[in-house]
């Protein structure tokens, strides 16, 4: 019975063990050194995020902040920035699946940097701004220790564990360590802005080209179940704003008095009504804690959800939509003469 519960631990033991040193010696979500903005892996959006602003909030001094999940790509910081003084350093600090937690996390953590928020945009994508989803361990989502305050060991634990579950990535990242191929940060370098085009051109409406480079295959497919919605199969969706996040709400609202930040609340459109409209209740909630002139719901506006050119999926936003957004909430008067947004 020992021989048998020996042999299976070795069975088990080893391709663990195994693992164990692959990931050590290739680092193959880039966590494990410092962070090279000319080797990077894009997998943790709030990994990347975090490091590309400790990397740079010394020499470009942000103080205006864009938080949000993946659809604030959509949104140009350059554009935004023309609304704001040329004081205004803007940086797009985004996580995948960004909920209201993260938010919270990382205002706080800017806070307690130093870091100036005199302007802000936060973003809330219906059903899970309001959702636990960002506490699972998978590598798109793991919050990252300087954020959570959790142990940095306890972040790598589950790095490595997700790593061990991909057998495929390990010899990609085996030919990737021995060929000593590098990944540059594909985003923008300094604001940290999805599309690393948004630094030009972001003084003119962007063309109306989310989906240029996709067939008309795949066009249908990404939107074959909702093309025939209307807004009279849209369902209200449930309360989901309790007493805790209430709290983290008014957390929030807490430094943005503190720093006394200009700042604004926007809920992010989806195409054709894929998602329910926020609740009442919780747009009551929003606007009783933030104020109602600074809570945007485009939820419910059908110039803004109904061209699938303005959208890259059904769910995320492209940058033509950001344009027109930012003008709806500073007014389309205030672009006036182009600045010069090379930093």
Known sequence: MKRFLLSILVIAGVPMLIALGLYLWTDPFRTLHPFDINDTDATNREYASTELFRRNHSTYHYNAFVFGSS???????????????????????????????????????????????????????????????????????????????????????????????????????????????????????????????????????????SLKNCSEVTRRTFFAEVNNRTEADVKMSKAVINSRMQQILCDIKAVFDKQHTDYHIIITPAYRYVHPYLNTADLEVLQHIFGKERVWDFTTDPQLTSDYNDFFDPVHFGTRLGWYMLQDIYGSTLIEQPKTMEK
């Open 71 to 209: 659809q604030a790509s959509g949104l140009n910081t350059y554009t935004w920035a023309l609304y704001l003084p040329d004081s205004a350093s803007t940086f797009l600090f985004q996580a995948y699946a960004e909920t209201i937690t993260g938010v919270k996390q990382k205002v706080e953590w800017l806070d307690k940097q130093n870091a100036h928020i005199d302007y802000s945009l936060v973003l809330i994508d219906i059903p899970g701004f309001f959702s636990n989803r960002q506490y699972g361990y998978e590598a798109v989502s793991m919050k990252h220790w300087r954020l959570s305050g959790e142990p940095e060991w306890l972040y790598h634990t589950h790095e490595y564990l997700n790593f061990l579950q991909r057998p495929s990535f390990w010899w990609t990242n085996i030919k990737r360590t021995v060929n000593g191929v590098k990944e540059p940060f594909d985003n923008d370098t300094v604001t940290n802005d999805f599309f690393a085009y948004n630094r030009y051109h972001y003084d003119v409406l962007p063309p109306q080209d």
